[in-house]
């Protein structure tokens, strides 16, 4: 008898259990309801009419939960002001990015429509430029009802971009921006990330008599969140203009930022190539960097560095070879070929004995070979001579670069020839040529 009760147990049991290969997770936090075994505690407020809502009084407890939760009121999203064609903007232009926003609200319920605010906005106020616009036609959130999304330059702040969205049969504001500059470009708008609502691309140029900087976003409406997101994760800055493209045939589409600047006398040499930025899920992050082959020297150098610094010794080595080596390389200065060479080699020697390389004696050869005179030398032939003879004698990678830093600090153009290629390069101490 026990046996048959206790395989009636584990059989009810397994019956109340949950099904197998179902994902019992649940998918939003459990609400609290006023089932057996489960305590709800909260401070309950009495109501004006002086019912107490702790419960006292009331032949049922959960009375008072149920006068403390009574559902608000759900917002008509779609409910939008009646059109007016009578409807008009002040032809005097805010002075003022807030104002502004006001005042085309005002428009907007007042019955204008977006079309009319195109032309107001160009023939009255001038502030749409090439790149803004007014547009009445898109539906970001989903909900029926199209947005009106404006793009212009105001007077104090340059480019900014306005979402307004029905609510309660008024116009309100669901985003607003600033980029500077122009007034921000709209790139394209869809379903990038294959999620079955529309995103907005755009973005916002500040140029310089040479060169302009764009600052992009991906707007998106989150639902979860009752608000437009921004779909990039952080800032989004490039020189090109971004373009949006399914580069991997995978339905999602891509951000792609070119890179065809090969540098001037303000940035000095720059790679070129191409960023990608993928959907990760959540939101539109760096997937990959692609570097075309370094056209200068210095590039190779500073490469090298870089690889030498994170801890890629190898390939710092290989980079510094091949500036060494590479007649393919040009150079950014007339004297790039002497000076950078004679460096590379220095950098070359510190990761030699780094490692210690069978070739560390062969390469110190060379470098009397190339520079054999001292008073002719250059400086950094000056700290690789610094460097080998205080290496011989301590077999210490900190005492030898000491004495290579002290060459630095007697001989400041040791630091200003690599400090001179532009605001996009890196600026070296004394500790970076020598890092131990």
């Known amino acids: 008898m026990m046996r048959r009760l206790l395989t009636l147990t584990l059989l009810l049991l397994a019956a109340c259990g949950p099904t197998p290969g179902v994902n019992t997770t649940p998918t939003a936090f459990p609400f609290p309801t006023m089932t057996p075994g489960r305590v709800l505690q909260v401070p309950m407020p009495t109501l004006a009419g002086g019912i107490p809502l702790d419960g006292s009084g009331l032949a049922n407890p959960a009375t008072a939960v149920a006068i403390a939760n009574r559902p608000t009121a759900t917002p008509n999203l779609r409910a939008c002001p009646a059109p007016n064609a009578d409807a008009v903007l002040d032809p005097a232009l805010p002075a003022t990015a807030a104002r502004i926003d006001d005042v085309i609200a005002l428009y907007l319920n007042d019955g204008g429509n977006a079309d009319n605010l195109t032309v107001y906005l160009r023939e009255n106020w001038n502030v749409l430029g090439e790149t803004g616009f007014a547009r009445g036609n898109l539906d970001l959130t989903g909900e029926g009802t199209p947005e009106i999304v404006v793009s212009y330059r105001a007077p104090d702040v340059g480019g900014s971009l306005l979402v307004f969205g029905c609510i309660d049969g ?107 930025y993928d959907w990760d899920g959540a939101s539109y992050v760096r997937s990959f960097t692609q570097l075309n082959p370094p056209q200068f020297r210095i590039q190779v150098i500073q490469q090298a560095d870089e690889q030498f610094r994170e801890g890629n010794t190898s390939d710092a080595i290989a980079l510094y070879n091949l500036a060494v080596d590479s007649p393919g390389l040009e150079n950014w200065y007339p004297d790039d070929g002497a000076v950078l060479i004679s460096y590379a080699r220095f950098r070359l020697l510190v990761a030699y004995a780094f490692t210690e390389d069978a070739r560390l004696p062969t390469l110190y050869q060379s470098i009397l070979t190339a520079a054999p005179d001292p008073v002719t030398a250059s400086v950094y032939d000056a700290m690789s001579q610094a460097f080998w003879n205080a290496y011989q004698v301590t077999n210490n990678m900190n005492a030898a670069c000491l004495e290579a830093q002290a060459i630095v600090a007697a001989r400041p153009e040791a630091l200003t020839l690599l400090n001179r290629y532009g605001s996009r390069s890196p600026t070296y101490a004394a500790g970076d040529v020598c890092p131990f």
């Open 170 to 276: 008024r116009y309100l504001t669901r985003y607003e921006v600033t980029t500077g500059g122009d007034a921000p470009q709209l790139l394209t708008i869809g379903d990038l990330n294959y999620n079955g609502q529309q995103e907005l691309v755009f973005s916002g140029a500040a140029c310089t008599d040479e060169t302009c900087t764009y600052t992009t976003q991906i707007l998106s409406w989150n639902a979860d969140r009752g608000r437009f997101v921004n779909l990039v994760s952080g800032a989004l800055t490039s020189d090109n203009l971004p373009t949006v493209e399914d580069i991997d045939a995978d339905q999602i589409n891509e951000l792609i930022v070119r890179m065809d600047n090969n540098g001037d006398s303000t940035t000095g040499p720059l790679r070129t190539g191409f960023t990608v």
